[in-house]
């Protein structure tokens, strides 16, 4: 038996495959569809009074222990938990279990519950699409329905047009959950096509320009190794030179830094967290610049999209640039924090600060605000004053899972 269950339950994971995405949303299909199955069962309890105080008592809690397990996992999908395939089939079941108990309550085929079925398996099908798994949910509800319907009222005693009845009942269950199915799988193997067609073209074109910036990349390396080699050749003889050197290294710096956002943000296209690809640029940017830079990651990463995550990685790029071209700062702090409620991303450094019109001046802190704002999120600026360092803060809403745990790394 236990070799049977380990048997079902790998078949199981191999067959049900959902991104983070499908599975949210076919999550919050099923919790709003079962407020709808809540509200029939009460249509059809409040339709026959005759009911006996036990009857009436069971039925009313068993849709109280199905409103209050819903709410749950609603709240659940509403805040963005992270959510499990199990749980979509642990519904499912709940969901079942209640009609039967409905239909086994009022008795055999004078029972009305056996419509809930219809939305129950509906559901059910269009989440799973694998034909086996559907079809055999669909078998043991039928089971169930079969056993309880023969097990009360008249029981096995029905008569021969009774028997009719809910042969006709089982027949039109069956097109509808099998229909329901092949149209969700259809639906659902064109919209991956699609998304395997753009994510192909995608990676060509990442491929391109990342080959076109590694070698621009490389080359501003070279011009920089060559400049500071002018540096130290010409000492301190020829301050008017030494000054255009410098400038020309800090401008090299700036180029090189430019030309590796698109390579490292590249990875976030590939599946990679925003925690790893910020992990690599500000390893780049440590090597690249003087400062002494230190890079903390607080709590757990929940699942989120691809344009929030580009557009965080953006903002980080774009403050930490800006701290390079413009703050003369040696020292430079980035932290990532993963909240119950939120995901915060904070660059300080400890340079020159900002001027009082720093928003006219160019379109860096215009367009790190712009990328805030799209994803919903908030951009704080902060430079108390003259010397006193600059803090760029975007707080965005999140609803991650799981037991904040801090890590930290530096790289100095």
């Not at 991104?19 to 309890?45: C, H, K, P, Q, Y």
């Not at 419509?115 to 949910?137: C, E």
């Not at 410098?246 to 925003?274: C, N």
Request: glycine residues 6%.
């Amino acid at each position: 038996m236990t070799r049977l269950f380990s048997g079902i339950a790998q078949h199981l994971n191999a067959s049900v495959r959902f991104s983070a995405d499908e599975l949210w949303t076919l999550a919050n299909i099923s919790a709003r569809a079962r407020w709808f199955v809540i509200a029939a069962s009460f249509g059809l309890i409040g339709f026959r009074n005759d009911y006996t105080d036990i009857q009436f008592t069971v039925m009313m809690t068993g849709v109280g222990i199905e409103i209050v397990v819903n709410t749950v996992f609603h709240y659940a999908v509403w805040k963005r938990k992270r959510l499990r395939w199990q749980w979509l089939l642990a519904m499912a079941i709940l969901d079942v279990a209640l009609a039967t108990l409905m239909v086994g309550i009022r008795g055999g085929l004078d029972s009305y519950y056996y419509v809930v079925y219809f939305p129950i398996l509906a559901v059910f099908a269009v989440a799973f699409t694998s034909f086996r798994i559907v079809a055999t949910f669909t078998a043991l509800t039928i089971l169930a329905y079969v056993f309880t319907t023969l097990l009360t009222g008249d029981g096995i005693q029905t008569e021969l047009s009774e028997h009719r009845d809910l042969y006709i009942r089982l027949v039109f269950l069956l097109p509808v959950v099998v229909s329901v199915n092949a149209v969700a799988k259809f639906e659902r193997s064109g919209r991956r096509g699609a998304l395997q067609r753009e994510q192909a073209l995608l990676n060509d074109r990442l491929e391109l320009s990342q080959t076109i910036h590694d070698t621009a990349a490389q080359a501003a390396y070279m011009i920089g190794l060559g400049v500071n080699e002018a540096i130290r050749i010409a000492g301190t003889s020829n301050s008017e030179l030494n000054q255009t050197l410098e400038a020309t290294s800090s401008l090299t710096k700036s180029v090189m830094w430019e030309l590796r956002q698109p390579i490292d943000a590249g990875a976030l296209f590939e599946g990679a967290t925003l925690s790893r690809a910020l992990r690599a640029h500000v390893l780049t940017f440590d090597a690249i610049s003087s400062m002494t830079t230190e890079l903390e990651i607080e709590g757990e990463e929940p699942p989120l999209p691809v344009d929030t995550r580009t557009r965080l990685f953006s903002i980080a790029h774009n403050s930490l640039a800006n701290a390079l071209r413009h703050s003369s700062a040696s020292r430079l702090s980035i932290r990532l924090q993963f909240d119950d409620d939120a995901v915060r991303l904070t660059v300080s450094d400890d340079g020159v600060g900002l001027p009082d019109d720093y928003e006219s001046r160019g379109r860096g802190f215009s367009n790190m605000r712009r990328n805030a704002e799209r994803i919903g999120g908030q951009l704080l600026i902060e430079s108390p004053g003259k010397d006193q360092g600059t803090t760029i803060t975007c707080t965005i809403p999140a609803k991650p899972s799981g037991t904040p745990a801090k890590s930290a790394e530096s790289s100095t």
